[in-house]
């Protein structure tokens, strides 16, 4: 079973554009998360979608956004970036059952670079 | 407020030797959950174990173990027997258990450098 993919691996960009990372969860699963790990602050949450709309977002200004799409695949957009953009980010996925823990399975990452 | 603390940035052993990665925690849940993973070099985070705050047992897994204690809030991992392939970061985590707003995120550590010499 293959699991979380994302795309693409590196991310060059310069300050003031926009960047686009995907991710694509594992199948079956129709929650997904991002992370950000940035240097020497860890990893942060920063938005959770669940069938298609985003139930819960962390402490990231709203220039940090994405969607959902009906296949369950996600995507995160940074707008007007600042060089503190620079992270790894990371997407995880999970199944959603009310009365279970959901467990969270991670992607390899995008590692985005703000120049 | 969740929060996670990994005192300690960097470790660095010589292979054989035994190694204990610290994690308290803070939460006024009463149902939570907490993990460890591990992070090589490639990024890709890996899930080593999961507990629920009901269930204080230490568990053991091959040279891995992990001591749970809620009276000091701490959920604190060993390798024995380390190896050059143990070489990572180690993130502690933790959950809320409800299915409220915001349930789910993982909380992280600041996470522990680990270096295993040869």
């Known amino acids: 079973e293959a699991g979380v993919t994302q795309s693409p691996t590196h991310l060059i960009k310069t300050r003031g554009q926009q960047a686009t990372l995907r991710c694509s969860p594992i199948?079956?699963?129709?929650?997904v998360y991002w992370y950000q790990q940035a240097l020497g602050l860890g990893l942060q949450f920063l938005l959770w979608?669940?069938?298609?709309?985003?139930?819960n977002r962390g402490n990231f200004p709203p220039r940090f956004s994405g969607r959902q799409f009906p296949n369950y695949s996600s995507e995160l957009n940074v707008n007007a970036l600042e060089l503190e953009d620079s992270a790894l980010y990371l997407c995880?996925?999970?199944?959603?059952?009310?009365?279970?823990?959901?467990?969270?399975?991670f992607g390899p990452g995008t590692r985005l670079t703000v120049l | 407020a969740q929060k996670v603390t990994q005192a300690q940035t960097e470790i660095s052993v010589v292979e054989k030797e035994d190694v204990t990665l610290d994690c308290v925690y803070e939460?006024?849940?009463?149902?939570?959950?907490l993990f460890w993973y591990k992070q090589p070099p490639s990024g890709e985070l890996v899930f080593l174990i999961r507990?629920?705050?009901?269930?204080?047992q230490n568990e053991i897994s091959g040279r891995y173990s992990w001591n749970f204690q809620k009276s000091t809030s701490s959920f604190n991992f060993t390798i024995t027997a380390s190896q050059v392939v143990d070489s990572a970061v180690y993130f502690c985590?933790?959950?809320?258990?409800?299915?409220?707003?915001?349930?789910?995120?993982?909380?992280f550590g600041q996470g522990t450098r680990l270096t295993i010499n040869p």
């Open positions: 995880a996925s999970s199944l959603w059952e009310a009365t279970l823990y959901n467990e969270q399975f």
């Open positions: 199948s079956g699963h129709t929650s």
């Open positions: 979608y669940d069938e298609g709309e985003e139930r």
């Open positions: 939460t006024r849940d009463t149902t939570y959950y």
């Open positions: 507990r629920n705050s009901f269930d204080e």
């Open positions: 985590a933790l959950s809320e258990a409800s299915r409220n707003q915001g349930a789910q995120k993982l909380v």
